[in-house]
C-alpha cells in the first residue's frame, strides 16, 4: 500500500519534465527509498538523467543478477 507523498515531491518531478502519472510514481518510489524501480516503459523518466534510484528493465535486471534471458 502506498502512502501519499508531499504534492511538492511529485511538483518537482513536473518540473523536471514528467508528466503526472510518471512524476507520481517517481515521488513515490523516492519517499519510500526505493533504490531500483522495474520497469517495462522504456521511455519512463527518460527526461531525467540524475535520479535518487536507478530505472531497470526485466531484462537488464536479470542480467545483473546473473540469470539468461
Known sequence: MWNKVEPSLIHNYQQLGCKLGDAIVAAHVEAM???TLVS???HF???IKV???RVL???DLLQEL???T
Open 66 to 68: 546473473g540469470e539468461t
Open 51 to 53: 535520479l535518487p534510484f
Open 40 to 42: 517495462e516503459n522504456r
Open 45 to 47: 523518466l527518460e527526461e
Open 57 to 59: 528493465s526485466a531484462r
Open 33 to 35: 527509498n526505493v533504490k
